[in-house]
C-alpha cells in the first residue's frame, strides 16, 4: 500500500510539472493560430484515439451499464466544460490570472467531498491549503504584471466555472477508480467527452490554416494533446485510487514552483532567491499537512475495552 501511495505522489508531482508549463504553451497556439473550441476538439480527439488504444489492446475489462451513465456525466464536468472552459478562458486573460484563480481549486474539492464523500474537514486540512494557497501566491503575484479587471473579466470567469467543474469531476471520479482500471474509466469518459465538445469546435477547426502552423506551433499541440490531456488524465486518475480528492487537488499549487525551477535549470533565465524558497517550502508543507493526517492521540489511562 505504501509503494503505491508513493506512486501517487510521484504521478502529481508529473502532472503539475506538465500543467505548470501548459499555460504559456497553451497561450502561444491560441488564439493566433488555432481557436480556443478547435484547439479542445484537437486534444480531446487525439487523446481519445490512444485511450481507447491503450484499452482495447492491453487492459480486458467491462463496464457494467448502470456506470455508462455516471462516466457519460463526469465527461460533462471532467472533458467538456473543464477543457472548453478552461482554454476559451485563457485564450481572453492573461496566464497568471488563469494560473491565481486556478488556486481556488482545493478549497472547491474539500467542500465537494464533504459533501458527496462524507470526507472530514480538518483543522490540519484548512491549514495546509491555506498555507499552500500563501506560498502560491508568493510565486505567482510578485513582480508579475496582472489585472483582474474588466477587460479580462469574462475569460476570469470562465476559469473560475472551470475550476468547480474540474472540482466535481476530481470527487465523483473517485468510486469509479475503486471499481475499474485507470484506463477504461478514462477512455469512456473522453469518448462522452469526445461527442459533447464536437459541435463547439468542428466549425472552428474548419478555419485552421494547416500549412501555415510553424514547427514549433505543431510541437505546442503535440505537448498539449500527449502530456496535458493523454499523460495527465491518467496520471491524474490514478493518483485518486490511493489518494483522497483533497490531496490530488493541492498539488495544484507546485505548479508556479514548479514552473521557477524549470526556468531555472532548463532555461537559465531565472535564479532561486529567498523568495522562491519561502515559496517553495510554504507549498511543500502545505501539501504535506494536507496529504499526511496524523494519528489520533491515545489516553493511556483509559484500560482498552474487552
Known sequence: MKNKVLQAHLALIIVNIIYAANFSIAKEVMPAYVQPFAFVLMRVGGALVLFWIVGTFFIKEKVDKKDLPRMAL?????????????LKGLSLTQPINGAIIMTS????????????????ISFQKITGIGIGIIGALIMLVYGKDFSLGSETIFGDMLILINSVSWALFVVLVKPLMKKYNTFTVVKWVFLFGFVYVLPFGLTEIQDVNWQQLPPQIWRDILFVVLATTFLAYVLNTYALRALSPSVVSIYIYLQPFLASLIAILYYKNDELDLRKLTAGVLIIFGVYLVSMPFKKRVNKSVPPQE
Open 74 to 86: 463526469l465527461a460533462v464536468f471532467g472533458v467538456a466544460l473543464n477543457q472548453l472552459l478552461f
Open 105 to 120: 481549486n482545493p478549497i472547491i474539492v474539500m467542500i465537494i467531498a464533504a459533501v458527496f464523500l462524507k470526507e472530514k
